[in-house]
């Protein structure tokens, strides 16, 4: 329940166990002496960071979140705006193997390569929206990985991926129910598996209204639970049912927000 606003990284680990809930990192730096990670960056054993929103944080290399440590748990976040100037990870960089990330919204984040995110070999990467990430590199992506699994990478939607792909990887890799749509240089680069058979598809997600910052799903979104080509998918993205036929309280990016900041 912290706000930290135009800092220079206001939270370094270096050891022990980081864990960080329900706080708001808006227009900080990287450290001069750091050049990585512009809210965040973690060299400790094992990080947890929940409900926590990082908007317009810029650093070299991790615009909002760096991590060199060991085991990192990201659920139920929002990275908006982020931008890294010189390397990977526009929203996020994580060296280390084995990253989880869930339920989490990466929105109009900017980067060479990796421009939402860029993670390491195996990490767990489920129930995510990919939203207009920005690549500033020839033949970047939105989401960059070293290698992956379709038992731990699955159902989040890449949208609007301007100037890149919406993923690439440094090895073979197999994906299942993910939803893609309208990214610029297209899905993903040549070692991306992403049969039909695994749930996979290529349509509209049908956002509520993204450009006032809803990402709840309309009425009828393929991106509800439900099955393609014969393959049983669940909820697809971060965000359910938001609107539809049935008139609907309107709701406001303000709305959304306190979704991840939790009770006060």
């Given at each position: 329940n912290v706000t930290f606003h135009d800092e220079h990284c206001p939270i370094v680990e270096f050891s022990g166990s980081l864990v960080v809930e329900r706080c708001r990192f808006e227009d900080n730096t990287q450290a001069e002496d750091l050049g990585a990670g512009g809210a965040i960056r973690q060299v400790g054993w094992n990080a947890r960071i929940e409900d926590c929103v990082f908007l317009r944080n810029t650093a070299e290399v991790g615009g909002a979140f760096c991590s060199f440590g060991g085991q990192l748990e990201i659920r139920r976040c929002v990275f908006q705006e982020n931008r890294a100037t010189i390397?990977?990870?526009?929203?996020?960089?994580?060296?280390?193997?084995?990253?989880?990330?869930?339920d989490c919204l990466f929105l109009r984040n900017v980067a060479p390569n990796g421009a939402a995110l860029s993670m390491g070999h195996w990490p767990t990467i489920a129930?995510?929206?990919?939203?207009?990430?920005?690549?500033?590199?020839?033949?970047?992506?939105?989401?960059?990985?070293?290698?992956?699994?379709?038992?731990?990478?699955?159902?989040?939607?890449?949208?609007?991926?301007?100037?890149?792909?919406?993923?690439?990887?440094?090895?073979?890799a197999t994906l299942r129910c993910f939803c893609f749509w309208d990214n610029e240089l297209g899905n993903g680069s040549g070692w991306i598996h992403a049969p039909e058979e695994l749930g996979n598809f290529t349509a509209d997600p049908r956002f509520c209204n993204p450009d006032a910052g809803d990402f709840h799903l309309f009425e009828g979104s393929p991106c509800l639970p439900g099955e393609h080509g014969g393959y049983s998918c669940g909820l697809i993205g971060a965000l359910g049912l938001g609107c539809g036929e049935i008139p609907t309280q309107e709701t406001t990016w303000g709305r959304i927000k306190e979704r991840f900041r939790g009770a006060e």
């Open positions: 390397e990977d990870g526009g929203g996020l960089r994580v060296f280390n193997d084995r990253g989880t990330v869930e129930g995510c929206t990919f939203y207009a990430n920005e690549v500033t590199m020839t033949e970047g992506a939105a989401i960059a990985i070293g290698a992956l699994s379709s038992n731990t990478v699955h159902e989040c939607v890449v949208a609007g991926t301007v100037n890149g792909i919406g993923i690439g990887t440094w090895e073979a």
